[in-house]
């Protein structure tokens, strides 16, 4: 068997891929949600956060199934997209991206939001004395000064990603080159008792997920001694 046949480089690329466009979106997504759970004062906090979370500790297939029924166009939301955009999530490349983004959300908002907490409200407070307003204070002051949970919550993030099953599986289903990301491919190739292939599949996933979270732990070090 090759080292790194074109299966195996191709389903390892769009694991990668799918990863990659997760983390970005939800940057963007969690850094509003994470900035209103650690300074908002709404009575729905509880709730939002509870919302937030819930992807922990719902079983994946579960979250898969109620994405599935959603996606889905002979449903309310699918039929719109389909009818209006021409967009079908279920079994599709962008299907596997966004329930990767509502399944890792967590991952994000909560490495963010632990970083927001742990900002010195001095810093906010002279941002606002000096007529710096909220959005202006946030880029200026807050995230540059949170590096390490920006960090945190990406590598989290990408990590947990690349080992999703059970909602990836009910959404994506196998289709190669689109929706067949390596923990798809290793569940398929113990079924076909192909453990060498399952090997590499399994082996890249916990060299990278290793590598990352190290790497976070070292450049985290690194930003608390230099404080």
Known sequence: MELFN???TE??????KVALLTTLILLAIATPIAYWIAYGKSRAKPLAEAIVNLPLVLPPSALGF???LAFSPRNAFGEFLERYFD???VFSFEGIVLASVIFSLPFMTNALSA???QINKTLIEAAATLGAGRVKTLF???LPNMKPAILTGAVLTFAHTIGEFGVVLMIGGSRAGETKVASIAIYEEV???NYALAHQYAG???????LMLLAVYLINRSFARAA
């Open 140 to 142: 200026r002051v807050i």
């Open 66 to 68: 109620y994405l599935l």
């Open 191 to 193: 079924e076909s008792l």
């Open 11 to 16: 389903t390892m690329a769009l694991t990668f």
């Open 6 to 8: 074109p299966q195996f």
């Open 204 to 210: 890249a996933l916990v060299v990278v997920s290793f």
């Open 115 to 117: 970083g927001f907490a």
């Open 87 to 89: 967009v079908r999530l």
